[in-house]
């Protein structure tokens, strides 16, 4: 159990902001893509209305991203200040590594939605996307080591 109590959250994703995951994800297949997620907090959870990419710097960026640091700066100290974090897995399910939670604690207190996406199977090649709430809290307030928590994903 959480400490929501009981109100169901989720992050909503406008259809503009779907299309660019997708379309970013696939045009770096077969590498990881990354960028930062937009928006505001809303009724029962988070809504997520823009997504600006930010190029993958790792030097194995097929299994791993590692966001350019010049393109990251200017990314976090935009205003609106990001609420989100994206990046893909090219190769496997859209769920959390143990480095992408080890990775968590780099995030700023702002980031509050974490989405992982993968390349779509089947006809359609509609991308698979999980969304996640980042808790650095425990039930009873107390500050916790950052945790995902996987909330649906809903229309804007
Ligand atoms: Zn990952």
Known sequence: MTASQGIPQSIRLSSSVQ?????????????????????????????????????????????????????????????PAPVGFFHSHPHAAPWPSLADLNGLSSLGPEFKVYLIGSPGTGHTGTPLLNGFLIQRTDSNGSAQTPALQHVPLSPA
């Not at 029962?44 to 393109?71: K, Q, T, W």
């Open 19 to 79: 299309h660019m995951l997708g379309k970013h994800l696939l045009s770096c297949y077969p590498q990881e893509a990354c960028g930062i997620l937009l928006g505001a907090a809303a009724a029962g959870g988070m809504c997520i209305d823009n997504y600006v990419p930010v190029r993958n710097v790792a030097p194995d960026p097929l299994h791993s991203f590692v966001p350019d640091p010049g393109e990251w700066i200017r990314a976090v100290y935009r205003e």
